[in-house]
């Protein structure tokens, strides 16, 4: 059974450049949530999806978007790339989206912004 | 609002020996607390988590913490290190409708 899968695993854009990132749930589940991890910091929640609806939102601007297909998969897109956004993006998944339902991380998609 | 802190960035014990890293919380209501650990070029694991029942809670691995409300604290400790054990060590709370907060993370050295 493969747990969350992320893709790319690396990713190098210039300012102002649009990124988009991808996030396969474990199998079974249907809530994806996206995290930003900077260096030597805790991971930072940006959204939830439950149900290929947002339901959830930490404090990040709109230039942080997402998406969730019928297969429960995730896109994260990010629009006007600034230097603070290089980071480990995280994705988890989750069956129903309980705030307590254990959260299945994947290994994360690393953007270094130029 | 609702906040974690790690009070220790690091922690260096010895194999063998025990394991405390420590974590306050603020949160107006009955939060839910979890750890998760991190290994290098691995994805977040879940330890452990506390959502209102027993307030010892075991998880794994040999982890476990203890919920106090009258301190604010979710410590998480295991009697012996392993040198497997070394890794980041996050202590989350959620409150209410689905937020997490995620502390700075403590990192965990173990030397042989």
């Known amino acids: 059974d493969a747990g969350v899968t992320q893709s790319p695993t690396h990713l190098i854009k210039t300012r102002g450049q649009q990124v988009t990132l991808r996030c396969s749930p474990k199998s079974g589940h249907d809530t994806v949530s996206w995290y930003q991890q900077a260096l030597g910091q805790g991971p930072q929640f940006i959204f939830q999806?439950?149900?290929?609806?947002?339901?959830q939102r930490g404090n990040f601007p709109d230039r942080f978007s997402g998406h969730q297909f019928p297969n429960y998969s995730s896109e994260l897109n990010v629009n006007a790339l600034l230097l603070g956004d290089s980071a480990l993006y995280l994705c988890?998944?989750?069956?129903?989206?309980?705030?307590?339902?254990?959260?299945?991380f994947g290994p994360g998609t690393r953007l270094t912004v130029l | 609002a609702q906040s974690v802190t790690q009070l220790d960035s690091h922690v260096s014990v010895s194999e063998g020996t025990p394991v405390l890293l420590r974590c306050n919380y603020s949160?107006?209501?009955?939060?839910?607390l979890f750890w998760y650990v991190q290994h290098p070029n691995k994805g977040l694991q879940l330890l452990l988590k506390?959502?209102?029942?027993?307030?010892l809670v075991k998880g794994i691995n040999g982890f476990e913490a203890e919920f106090k409300k009258s301190e604010t604290s979710f410590h998480l400790t295991k009697p012996s290190a392993h040198m497997s054990d070394a890794a980041e060590y996050f202590c989350?709370?959620?409150?209410?409708?689905?937020?997490?907060?995620f502390g700075r993370g403590t990192s965990l050295i173990v030397h042989p």
């Open positions: 999806y439950y149900e290929e609806e947002e339901r």
């Open positions: 988890a998944s989750s069956l129903s989206g309980i705030s307590t339902d254990t959260q299945y």
């Open positions: 506390y959502t209102s029942a027993a307030t």
């Open positions: 989350v709370v959620i409150r209410g409708s689905y937020i997490p907060t």
């Open positions: 949160s107006s209501y009955s939060p839910s």
